[in-house]
């Protein structure tokens, strides 16, 4: 069965870190790009950053730039989402979720998320 | 990255038939035709409906449907049923930068 399982998330302070897990299996996880949207408490979804398959690049919404960094472990099938800084609007539910390669970020399969509150 | 603009709400009866529209620009929707389509129910991750404007993955129902002109993309669900009551988001490739963007979201009431 593909699945994929975030961990991780947590309660943290004001400027604090966090750092996201997600473990993929049932496909060939090194073959996909991937990536990460959250979804604010009663708000719509948000593009957060994506990995290509070979981890060679990385790319970032404009809310986390230069705070959040997504990496990547193919040998271990993990996903990562490292986030420092965090601020009361980083509050949401994290989802990893895998991309259709080719198709510009249409992800076809979603973890359960995993959830991140900011607040001191 | 700006959002893409979405109705905040649509409805019909069961049978009928609803269509979502998701305005973009020019950088994204207009540009590529990379645009998604996802389903939301409350509690649950989003699955996903339509891609490349007009692709269903295997298991989604051919009542929904999907379409794009110019800067604008559009979700149809055909023979609304119960089951289909949910949030919907599109998405698209925002090219710049290799980056995504959702739209604002539509909650789909079956009446």
């Known amino acids: 069965e593909v699945q994929l399982l975030e961990s991780g998330g947590g309660l943290v302070q004001p400027g604090g870190s966090l750092r996201l897990s997600c473990a993929a299996s049932?496909?060939?996880?090194?073959?996909?790009?991937m990536g990460w949207v959250r979804q604010a408490p009663g708000k719509g979804l948000e593009w957060v950053s994506g990995i290509p398959n070979s981890g060679s690049s990385t790319y970032y919404g404009d809310s986390v730039k230069g705070r959040f960094a997504i990496s990547r472990d193919n040998s271990k099938n993990m996903l990562y989402l490292q986030m420092n800084s965090l601020r009361a609007d980083d509050t949401a539910v994290y989802y990893c979720?895998?991309?259709?390669?080719?198709?510009?970020?249409?992800?076809?399969?979603w973890g359960q998320g995993t959830v991140v509150s900011v607040s001191s | 990255q700006s959002a893409l603009t979405q109705p905040p709400s649509a409805s019909g009866s069961p049978g009928q038939s609803v269509t979502i529209s998701c305005t973009g620009t020019n950088s994204d929707v207009g540009r590529y035709n990379s645009v998604s389509w996802y389903q939301q129910h409350p509690g649950k991750a989003p699955k996903l409906m339509i891609y490349?404007?007009?692709k269903r993955p295997s298991g989604v129902p051919d009542r929904f449907s999907g379409s794009k002109s110019g800067n604008a993309a559009s979700l149809t669900v055909s023979g609304l049923q119960a089951e289909d009551e949910a949030d919907y988001y599109c998405s698209s490739y925002a090219g710049s930068n290799n980056l995504g963007v959702f739209g604002t979201g539509t909650k789909v009431t079956v009446l």
């Open positions: 049932g496909f060939t996880f090194s073959s996909y790009a």
């Open positions: 979720a895998k991309d259709i390669p080719n198709s510009g970020w249409a992800f076809d399969i």
């Open positions: 490349e404007v007009s």
